[in-house]
């Protein structure tokens, strides 16, 4: 017998018991007939009971004889003799009554139960979201994704600003989702999964986003480590799920951000052990990617900025078929970003964006949104009319120097050394070709331990660096140091960091680029692995050299950084008394612009003077 005919058979039987129980019911109520008490009393004195059975609350009896109704039994409520009697005394019918306290008594109990399991299931519920599975235990294993429409996302290519190529790149898959006819002629289909790899920063989730705006198609939405629970094969199911969930939506978008909390390589470093759960997601992620037909119309979007530590079964053909790297801009990209995010705010007709382009290298686009706010809120701040070039840059000083301390203040002797400290960096940063100009030099104390700064602008955005322009770069780090020896002989804790980045500089230029005519062109430090533009050293690295090859690198090391002091020194002492102008004027104002240094033209035409002379010597 198979199930529904099983199934069929109970429902059968249960019809059966209720008619039969149907039935007992009306035979029993034809044959009972239910009197009031006075009546009960007439029949007994008439004499047409036969028997009775009294209860502690009825009386029941039966008639001699049944009356014409057909009933052969009645039944009352029981009324207390003595008060029977008196009210026989009257024409009165009159019956008991039970009171029915049935409800009561079922809420006795039943309520405090009712209460006792809701306070439970809020306590539990409570419980379960605050360990993020969702709406309840039911729940742990549906997918988080967000799920937008086309019109949801809002975003489009033309808010996608100074990442061309990767623009292009994107472009193309979408002109596979409208198309797919068309491109597929040939045989092609759309690349299963696409991974957009940069900074944090860089706009990859916007285009994400843009990319799904233009498609028009559903774009499912989540983060890596959503995947991920407290609860074993938790993240494996969700993965199932938001697959399915895409396969029902086809076309489609998945993204998933920070895939590097999903996809860690598996047992990856000596010290980091495998974690089975995570393991167990990625498995089930790779077998996704594997079963999923490109023809459906489903692509596999997905973001990091630390590559390097994907798993290589995630990152291999079939699988992400495209990486497309979304770098920090150039410095066209910076001017087509900000001509994006000054929509929004009221410019002064002055300001050229080539200029603020020039003052902010390295900047991401989330940099360059966050400058532009911050100059509008310096200006509303202000109560100005439009935001100006003076609010750029106080805004770039608050972002690369850290918030102005107007209440820490310096006894005289402190400005005086910081003065001659950031003149002596900006003197011989325009003596020396190759550096970046300066915009501003200040002794206005900013952030963490900043008591005063240089802006530089560079002229250019630079791929390439000669060993000449590596130790002018030195140059110009030591020049604040030698400013403080040629005036105070005297050292002080300010070049910490100007040391640090000089010693850099000259490592890398011994170890990594073959810059020492006594090492030669080897290179004595291995590649160390890095996150985009983050050296990870855990302490594991090991040298390829011996002892000896480790002493004529530090000693490599220190005679560039002495080329380097010598160089800033020179330069400072012919231009000394220029060196004692300026750091005076840099006293009395705390802040000077470019406008207001020394020209380039001067103290270069002096040191080309001066090395032509040399020569002649």
């Known amino acids: 017998m198979d199930r529904t005919t099983h199934i069929n058979f109970w429902y059968v039987v249960f019809a059966v018991l209720l008619v039969v129980l149907v039935q007992s019911w009306w035979a029993e109520s034809r044959r009972v007939e239910n009197i009031p008490y006075s009546d009960f009393q007439v029949l007994l004195e008439e004499g047409r009971l036969e028997s009775i059975g009294i209860s502690a609350t009825s009386i029941r009896g039966r008639l001699k004889y049944p009356v014409v109704e057909g009933h052969e039994f009645i039944e009352t409520v029981r009324v207390e003799p003595d008060f029977a009697k008196d009210l026989a005394k009257y024409d009165v019918e009159f019956e008991g009554r039970i009171d029915s306290n049935w409800l009561a008594q079922v809420l006795s109990w039943l309520l405090p139960v009712a209460l006792l399991i809701g306070f439970w299931l809020f306590v539990i519920r409570k419980m379960t979201e605050r360990q993020g599975l969702g709406g309840g235990l039911m729940s742990v294993g549906k997918s988080k994704a967000k799920v937008y429409v086309e019109t949801d996302t809002q975003v489009t290519f033309e808010d996608v600003a100074g990442v061309d190529e990767a623009k292009a790149e994107l472009e193309e898959i979408v002109a596979f989702l409208k198309e797919p006819a068309s491109y597929g002629r040939l045989g092609a289909h759309v690349p299963k999964g696409v991974l957009l790899v940069g900074p944090p920063g860089t706009g990859k989730t916007l285009l994400a986003r843009a990319v799904a705006g233009e498609a028009a198609v559903p774009f499912f939405s989540i983060n890596g480590s959503e995947f991920v629970e407290m609860f074993v094969g938790v993240g494996a199911a969700r993965v199932r799920d938001l697959f399915e969930q895409a396969r029902q939506s086809a076309p489609c ?9 999903l996809g860690r390589a598996r047992g990856a470093g000596p010290m980091m052990g495998g974690h089975d759960e995570k393991e167990q997601t990625l498995n089930q992620l790779l077998s996704e990617l594997d079963g999923f037909d490109p023809q459906q119309g489903i692509v596999l979007l997905a973001a990091t900025n630390r590559p390097e530590i994907l798993d290589p079964a995630l990152l291999r053909a079939g699988r992400f078929d495209r990486q497309v790297l979304v770098d920090r801009p150039d410095k066209t990209g910076r001017v087509d970003i900000l001509k994006v995010h000054v929509k929004k705010i009221k410019l002064d007709p002055e300001i050229t964006l080539e200029e603020v382009a020039s003052l902010t290298p390295g900047f991401s686009g989330a940099d360059l949104a966050n400058l532009v706010n911050e100059a509008a809120i310096l200006a509303t701040r202000r109560n100005a009319d439009a935001v100006t070039m003076d609010d750029f840059t106080r805004a770039i000083e608050r972002i ?37 100009t300066v915009h501003k030099v200040s002794i206005i104390p900013r952030g963490i331990g900043t008591l005063g700064y240089n802006i530089q602008r560079p002229t250019e955005d630079r791929y390439l660096m000669t060993k000449a ?10 020049g604040g140091r030698v400013a403080e020896m040629l005036v105070f002989q005297e050292l002080s804790t300010g070049a910490e960091d100007d040391l640090a980045q000089a010693t850099n500089i000259a490592r890398m230029m011994v170890t990594r680029y073959g810059m020492d005519d006594v090492l030669g062109q080897v290179t004595y430090d291995r590649e160390r692995q890095t996150f985009l533009d983050q050296v990870q050293d855990f302490g594991l690295s090991t040298r390829s050299y011996s002892e000896q090859t480790a002493w004529q690198i530090d000693e490599a090391v220190r005679e560039l950084i002495k080329q380097a002091f010598d160089k800033a020194t020179a330069i400072l002492e012919r231009h ?3 060196l004692d102008d300026t750091a005076q004027k840099l006293l009395a104002k705390e802040t000077l612009t470019a406008d207001e240094l020394p020209s380039i033209d001067t103290l270069q035409g002096a040191e080309q003077t001066d090395a032509a002379s040399r020569k002649v010597r």
């Open 253 to 261: 978008i998945i993204f998933i951000d920070e895939l590097d909390a």
């Open 400 to 436: 690369v120097a850290g918030l102005e301390k107007k209440n820490r203040l310096l006894n005289p002797y402190e400005r005086k050394v910081v003065a001659f400290h950031e003149t002596g960096h900006a003197l011989v940063r325009l003596a020396l070709p190759g550096v970046e």
């Open 469 to 478: 322009e590596l130790l002018n770069k030195m140059a110009a780090l030591m």
């Open 576 to 578: 000394r008394q220029l």
